[in-house]
T-cell receptor
Framework: DQQVKQNSPSLSVQEGRISILNCDYT??????FLWYKKYPAEGPTFLIS?????DKNEDGRFTVFLNKSAKHLSLHIVPSQPGDSAVYFC????????????FGTGTRLQVTL | DGGITQSPKYLFRKEGQNVTLSCEQN?????MYWYRQDPGQGLRLIYY???????QKGDIAEGYSVSREKKESFPLTVTSAQKNPTAFYLC?????????????FGSGTRLTVV
């Protein structure tokens, strides 16, 4: 039972344009969401997070939007840069899950010149 | 510099052998986790520990074992009972039980069965 889903396994975007990565969840107990970025043969690194009391959080070129009613969140990267090419994982935690994170399957972003 | 160290980076195992993957952190984090990454399946939780001398099974614990004798260390043993052990293994830690601080990850161990 995949509680966190990233339905697009890959995405290609031109340098300078906007990248939009999507994530859906099914567990209504999730109340904290995170995005991680992962390069090949390395561990994921934390990118940005959002609590369910907010609908938007921004950090430089990265913005995460949360739509609780739709159980959907998205990560926007503007402008996209070649160094952003990586796999992006959405993760969620919530009441009753202690500090455990449930991860999505990841989206591979390729930023082309 | 604080962080998580996983070793070795690459590991080869013969069928039928047990192997142990090391994970050490100097972040003074309470909780530690082991995940497995397979292509197209994201990160799946194997085991986690929220305090010394205590650990819990994750979603895919069969064929694995762990120990948490020290706060800093959370080794994972892949036993011969694990039918498909070839994967990329990631260790992570977080600072507090029950809080949503996110994880710090190690750089991973790639295990290959030969």
């Amino acid at each position: 039972d995949q509680q966190v889903k990233q339905n697009s396994p890959s995405l290609s975007v031109q340098e300078g344009r906007i990248s939009i990565l999507n994530c859906d969840y099914t567990n209504s107990m999730f109340d904290y969401f995170l995005w991680y970025k992962k390069y090949p043969a390395e561990g994921p690194t934390f990118l940005i997070s959002i609590s369910s009391i907010k609908d938007k959080n921004e950090d430089g070129r990265f913005t995460v939007f949360l739509n609780k009613s739709a159980k959907h969140l998205s990560l926007h990267i503007v402008p996209s840069q070649p160094g952003d090419s990586a796999v992006y994982f959405c993760a969620a935690s919530g009441t009753g899950t202690a500090s455990k994170l449930t991860f999505g399957t990841g989206t591979r972003l390729q930023v082309t010149l | 510099d604080g962080g998580i160290t996983q070793s070795p980076k690459y590991l080869f195992r013969k069928e039928g052998q047990n192997v142990t993957l090391s994970c050490e952190q100097n972040l003074n984090h309470d909780a530690m986790y082991w995940y497995r990454q397979d292509p197209g399946q994201g990160l799946r939780l194997i085991y986690y520990s929220q305090i010394v001398n205590d650990f819990q099974k994750g979603d895919i614990a069969e064929g694995y074992s762990v120990s948490r004798e020290k706060k800093e260390s959370f080794p994972l043993t892949v036993t011969s009972a694990q039918k498909n052990p070839t994967a990329f293994y990631l260790c992570a830690s977080s600072p507090d039980r029950g809080k949503n601080y996110g994880y710090t990850f190690g750089s991973g161990t790639r295990l290959t069965v030969v």
